[in-house]
Structures are given as C-alpha cells and as structure tokens.
C-alpha cells in the first residue's frame, strides 16, 4: 500500500455542486495524476467547503479492502475535518463499491459526513467518470490544467506530474559507475587531508551551489558532489541551510532541484542528507507527495536518520506549510 497525505499550500473552496471539477482538482491536489487509486478529501472550515488533506492508497484488492480503507479513513481524520469526498480512480472503478461502503462506513463513525462519492476511469481530461449512489451522475472530465484550483496551485508554483513514478525517478540513482566512483572518493577523503574543518567554507560551497541551481546551470561533478557531500554530514551547516531555505519561500524550487540531483548523484548513506533536505523543502511548498518519496529514499539509504524520523513525523500528521516553517525557523530540527 502506498499514501500519500498531501495538505495543500492554503485552504481552498470546492464547489460542491459539481463532482467533475473536484475529481479534475484531484492530480493538482496530490502533484501527480492517481493511476488505480482511492483519493479521499478532507472538506471543513466556515462554510464546509475548504479543502484540507488530501490522501490517496493504491486500490486494494477485494480481501485487503477492510484494512486498507479504514486505516486511510481515519488518518483523513487527523485532519478534523467536518465532510469528506471520495473519489475511486481506474479502469474498472465504478464496481468498487465495496471501498466506498468501507470509506463511507468508517467516516461516519468518526462524525464526518461524506457529500461526494464519486468513480473516474482517470482524471486527464475526458475521462469518464460518475456518482457512486441513487443518483448516478455521469459525464466526462474537464482538463485539469483549466481548473480554478490548478490556475491557483501554478501561480503558488506547484508541480503537476503526469504519475507518480515521475517522483519516484527523481530521487533515485542514474549512474551506478559515477556513485561507486563517488563512494571511493569520500572513503579517502575521510583519510588524513581530508575536508577542511571550517562550517563557513562548507555554508559558501552549498550557498554557490544552490545559486547556480536557482539559476538552472548547476552541474554535479565527482569533485563538487565530494565537496557537498562532506558539507551535509556536518549537522550544523545542514541545519543552518534548513533554516536558510525556510527563510526564503522563494529559493525553495532552486534548493528543491539542487536536492533532488543530489539524491541520484551521491551514494548510501550520504544520499540520506539531500534527501531529507528534499523532504523539508517539499513540504515548505505543500507537496506531500513529493516529501513522502524523497523520505522513502532517505529511509532506504539511511535506516533511522534522524532528520528523516522528524519529518515523517510532520508528514504524517499533517502541518501545513507555514507551521512547517515555523518549527524549522524556531530552532535546530
């Protein structure tokens, strides 16, 4: 099974009256198209109508439904919502009835109302997609890319991904040769003549690096994947270009991209620290997804990174982004 709890950047309004448009939302809302999905989504504040988290688990089988679905269900409800919708994506959705008893069934014993049950046989534009229930809605998808919610999501500079195997490939290990090569090198620099030991030297080399990064011309050679390598393993300068990128919302796609190529150019376990850089910075831009697959690559280099653990912790909950910039900026992670 996999999750992906995303909450969004800032609270948005969903018109209820139209199922089409919210299962359109839905890739904008996860920062990737859901292939064979449950999507459920949180709905509360004044007027009922405010998104909140967003969850999405591969559909289960038949047998697994009861486990599967509670489990998303009451983590949906983390998020004190006051209704919820749920939204079944894949060829053969509109059957899946039994994940939408389970969901509706769980919800209700949490106190929350479900208003929008719906099926889709994917959400790109044109898909089928209908009503679970009496009244049996039926029509064709809306382009995503047309919706309110991602005009809003591209102007705050989300991400819209066409699967989330496209995540998956920008976290992981592009050439073997080139990362074994790189492993021998920090094994001798760890030697006599090593890295020097000045956190002001390190702070510059990781500072120009993301400035040629934000500018897109930043490339990763033996020698500065080495050098940046040996900068993100001292805690402290680590830390410090934590708190840097919390500071500046606006450099985060810039330190995001610096991170990610990271994550593909370093070996385990020095992957583990751009990872969860990559992590943080995803969460400041309230990218769910993207944060739990840069935190799956941190757990598979480094099994119980600290920061990691943290993280996830905040992944897991949710926070939104500005109280994920709040607890980085009120001191060391």
């Not at 089928?128 to 029509?139: D, I, K, L, N, P």
């Not at 400035?211 to 001292?234: F, M, Q």
């Not at 990610?260 to 969460?283: K, Y």
Request: hydrophobic share 45%.
């Amino acid at each position: 099974m996999t999750s992906t709890p995303v909450a969004g950047p800032a609270p948005t309004l969903l018109r209820l009256g139209r199922p089409a448009d919210l299962v359109a939302a839905v890739p904008v809302m996860l920062g990737f198209r859901p292939r064979e999905s449950l999507v459920l989504v949180a709905t509360g504040g004044p007027s009922g109508r405010r998104i909140g988290l967003t969850l999405r688990v591969d559909l289960p089988p038949p047998p697994q439904v009861p486990d599967v679905v509670r489990h998303a269900a009451a983590t949906l409800c983390t998020d004190d919502p006051v209704g919820a919708a749920v939204v079944v994506v894949g060829a053969g959705a509109r059957r899946r009835t039994d994940v939408v008893d389970v969901a509706v069934e769980t919800l209700d014993d949490h106190g929350v109302t479900v208003h929008t049950a719906v099926w889709a046989e994917h959400t790109d534009g044109g898909g089928r997609w209908g009503c679970f229930g009496e009244c049996a809605c039926t029509g064709v998808l809306p382009d995503p890319a047309g919706t309110e919610l991602a005009a809003a999501a591209v102007l705050a500079g989300a991400v819209l991904r066409g699967s989330r195997d496209e995540l998956l490939r920008l976290v992981e290990p592009v050439d073997g040769i080139a990362i074994r090569r790189r492993e021998g090198l920090l094994v001798a620099s760890a030697g006599p003549g090593g890295p020097v030991d000045d956190d002001a030297v390190h702070l510059a080399a990781l500072d120009a690096a993301l400035a040629e990064s934000a500018a897109g011309r930043c490339v990763i050679d033996d020698t500065r994947a080495v050098a940046l390598a040996a900068a993100l393993t001292r805690p402290t300068v680590r830390d410090a270009v934590l708190r840097r990128c919390a500071h500046d919302p606006g450099g985060l796609p810039g330190a995001e991209a610096l991170w990610a190529a990271l994550c593909r150019e370093l070996p385990d376990p020095e992957a583990a620290e751009p990872a969860a850089l990559l992590a943080a910075t995803a969460l400041l831009r309230g990218e769910g997804a993207l944060a739990n697959v840069a935190l799956d690559r941190a757990e598979r280099s480094w099994p119980g990174h600290r920061l990691t653990r943290l993280l996830r912790s905040a992944a897991s909950v949710p926070l939104r982004p500005a109280e994920i910039r709040e607890a980085l900026l009120g001191g060391r992670p």
